[in-house]
């Protein structure tokens, strides 16, 4: 079995609240993890359509690609620094479909707490715009005239939604950065980020949830 050491507690506690909120959102959740030296990149899809992206220092540089449980990852990250990888599972579709690693441009920059106000008011205006409705087709165009609006550059809301339910955002202030590709966008914040395909839209019951 391969294991990797985290750097420290924060770093530790900080992957706990990102696993525990990946599976609050989807107990069958799996994450791919890579690692090229002193940095293992926990990757995610949380039911936004999307992939979210959580850094974590190592104690020591490792070589790892492995898709494994985000359940069991988590109760193993809960009890140590040093962690056993657990046995890699069959992943969904979006683990073999990563965003590129060049060709961004960034696009925008500005404060998290105006990205997480945008979130705030997104879903204030789809509670109120669904309420009472129940045709289905009606509220996957509320949905998405909701939460494919922008908010920074070129990023959906969406995105942010993710970002915020992931815990990505942090609890304070800090810098929100956009950047793009001509298939992709990403939305870059302090505790990681969140790119999403053009064109991809979720299942609105994640949105009547959240």
């Given at each position: ?9 924060a770093d ?7 696993l ?17 030296g ?5 990757w995610?899809?949380?039911?936004f ?13 490792a070589?790892l690609?492995a898709?494994?449980s985000a359940q069991r990852?988590l109760?193993r990250?809960?009890?140590a620094?040093?962690?056993e990888?657990p046995?890699a599972?069959?992943g969904?579709?979006w683990?073999?479909?990563l965003?590129p690693r060049s060709?961004?441009e ?5 404060d998290?707490a105006?990205?997480r106000?945008?979130v705030?008011?997104?879903k204030?205006?789809f509670?109120?715009?669904?309420e ?16 494919e609006r922008?908010?920074l550059g ?17 609890p ?7 950047y ?5 966008t990403r ?7 969140v790119?999403?395909r053009?064109?991809?839209f979720?299942?609105?019951s994640?949105?009547?949830l959240?």
């Amino acid at each position: 079995m391969t294991s990797v050491e985290l750097a420290g507690e924060a770093d530790r506690q900080g992957l706990v609240q990102y696993l525990e909120r990946l599976v609050a959102l989807d107990n069958r959740a799996a994450v791919r993890l890579q690692a090229g030296g002193p940095v293992v990149g926990v990757w995610s899809g949380p039911p936004f359509e999307v992939v979210a992206l959580r850094p974590v220092a190592l104690a020591a540089p490792a070589q790892l690609d492995a898709t494994v449980s985000a359940q069991r990852l988590l109760e193993r990250v809960r009890e140590a620094l040093a962690v056993e990888v657990p046995p890699a599972v069959s992943g969904p579709s979006w683990v073999g479909l990563l965003p590129p690693r060049s060709g961004w441009e960034e696009r925008m920059r500005g404060d998290v707490a105006n990205v997480r106000a945008a979130v705030d008011t997104a879903k204030h205006f789809f509670r109120e715009r669904a309420e009472g409705v129940t045709d289905p087709s009606a509220l996957e165009q509320i949905a998405q005239d909701v939460w494919e609006r922008t908010c920074l550059g070129e990023v959906p809301v969406r995105s942010a939604h993710a970002a915020e339910s992931l815990g990505l955002m942090g609890p304070g202030e800090g810098v929100a950065v956009a950047y793009s590709t001509e298939t992709w966008t990403r939305l870059s914040v302090p505790g990681g980020s969140v790119a999403a395909r053009r064109g991809l839209f979720p299942s609105i019951s994640v949105f009547a949830l959240h």
